[in-house]
């Protein structure tokens, strides 16, 4: 794995790109945290089955969600605009097309009879090709996003939520000199709802895995 790439641009603000690389953070994160569970694991309770099959629920939708903006949303312009960007683009895509089975595997290894040696495969098998998936995107994606910094509103009550709930998510783990820029792109109605957020993630990942400690990163690869 590489050292990671910086969150914020090189004049300490953040960006877009900021956002993405702090979900590759958080994907990064979460899996670490799935592969360690697991291997002390054995057998676990029926609670604990519950929470981790949960965990991978919410693990999967945001992964593919995630590949799914991106395909629909953000490479469409970025091919558009900068030809030469074609072939890593097709390759990324490809990519996403291998992860997805792969997140289904998962949903049945997780399922009920709970199969921790088969998820415990599926986890391996997903850190690396999604590692070897975010440094490409980094490398070639990552750069052409550093100027954009116009952040969509959420439409309604409802999406403020969800967003808040996204951004408790990708936040943990990072450091503070980071979520404060990222605070300064999003609308105050948003911000204002995410400490609550990030409150609440808190409590699920002590349920989950027994802390919600993350440490403070400023690249996209977690620390510890």
């Known amino acids: 794995m590489t050292r990671g790439t910086t969150l914020l641009n090189d004049d300490g603000s953040a960006s877009m790109a900021t956002l993405l690389l702090m979900s590759h953070h958080a994907f990064r994160r979460d899996l670490t945290?799935?592969?360690?569970?697991?291997?002390?694991?054995?057998?676990?309770?029926?609670?604990?089955a519950d929470a981790l099959r949960g965990e991978w629920r919410s693990y999967h939708e945001a992964l593919h969600g995630h590949h799914m903006m991106e395909d629909g949303n953000v490479f469409p312009g970025l091919r558009n605009a900068h030809a030469e960007l074609g072939a890593v683009i097709?390759?990324?895509?490809?990519?996403?097309?291998?992860?997805?089975?792969?997140?289904?595997?998962?949903?049945?290894?997780?399922?009920?009879?709970?199969?921790?040696?088969?998820?415990?495969?599926?986890?391996?098998?997903?850190?690396?090709?999604?590692?070897?998936?975010?440094?490409?995107?980094?490398?070639?994606?990552?750069?052409?996003?550093?100027?954009?910094k116009a952040f969509?509103?959420?439409?309604?009550e409802k999406m403020l939520d969800?967003?808040?709930?996204?951004?408790?998510?990708?936040?943990?783990?990072?450091?503070?000199?980071?979520?404060?820029e990222v605070e300064k792109l999003l609308p105050a109605s948003l911000v204002a709802r995410v400490p609550a957020a990030r409150a609440a993630?808190?409590?699920?990942?002590?349920?989950?895995?027994?802390?919600?400690e993350a440490g403070r990163s400023l690249t996209s690869i977690p620390e510890g």
């Open 162 to 180: 969800v967003f808040a709930e996204g951004f408790a998510w990708s936040m943990q783990g990072i450091a503070e000199e980071v979520t404060r």
């Open 33 to 48: 945290r799935f592969a360690a569970l697991l291997g002390k694991l054995g057998t676990p309770d029926p609670a604990k």
């Open 201 to 212: 993630f808190n409590q699920r990942c002590v349920r989950v895995w027994g802390s919600a």
């Open 152 to 156: 969509p509103p959420p439409p309604d």
């Open 90 to 148: 097709d390759k990324l895509t490809e990519e996403h097309h291998r992860i997805d089975p792969l997140l289904e595997q998962g949903d049945h290894a997780f399922a009920e009879p709970f199969d921790a040696t088969a998820a415990q495969g599926v986890v391996a098998e997903l850190t690396a090709l999604l590692e070897a998936h975010l440094e490409r995107e980094e490398a070639a994606i990552v750069p052409h996003l550093r100027g954009a």
